[in-house]
């Protein structure tokens, strides 16, 4: 026996079960689990900020010419560049958080809730190192400012740039992230 499923009725079918019970089946219920799994899915990511665009990898220039790639982790919505690096106990070595934004200003960053130190990079339009915060030390809410406007934020291990020969003035090639939307 069937009724009208366009309106979320439901139609009778005879059941696999001994006797033949005639048993109730929702049309359209498997579908909308799907769909309320889907987009409960979608909303779950995107307050995590895990809209962004995929992981990529930058490669930094050192004062002495050498190219170190850093495998980064990008960040490039509001919700996502608010929460950064925060409650993270550990940021290999070769490893980042690049943070893009819509437009090129003076930024300026703070550790709260950051468990480990970094060092924060503040890159212009061109990927050249505008200001540099070495070793910001975990926790702290004190300002660390850029010093110059900056589009980009790239946050590596503390000690890092120091390790490398990474001072402001070197360039980091973005490659194809350098294109990547802010929100």
């Not at 000690?159 to 490398?164: P, T, Y």
């Not at 020969?165 to 360039?171: E, K, L, P, S, T």
């Amino acid at each position: 026996m069937r009724t009208d499923t366009a309106r979320g009725t439901t139609e009778l079918r005879r059941a696999a079960a001994p006797g033949g019970r005639i048993m109730p089946r929702r049309h359209g219920a498997p579908q909308a689990a799907a769909l309320v799994g889907f987009f409960g899915t979608a909303i779950l990511l995107a307050a995590a900020g895990c809209t962004d665009a995929a992981d990529g990898t930058v490669r930094v220039e050192s004062a002495s010419g050498k190219i170190l790639p850093v495998t980064v982790e990008v960040v490039a919505t509001e919700q996502s560049r608010a929460l950064g690096l925060m409650y993270r106990d550990e940021l290999p070595e070769g490893r980042g958080m690049l943070f893009i934004f819509p437009d090129s200003t003076p930024r300026s960053f703070w550790m709260r809730n950051t468990r480990i130190p970094l060092d924060i990079l503040y890159l212009d339009d061109d990927g050249r190192i505008v200001g540099l915060q070495a070793n910001a030390r975990p926790l702290s809410e004190t300002p660390l400012p850029s010093g110059a406007p900056c589009r980009f934020v790239l946050e590596v291990p503390g000690g890092w740039a120091a390790r490398h020969d990474v001072a402001i003035g070197v360039r980091v090639d973005l490659g194809a992230l350098a294109t990547t939307p802010a929100h």
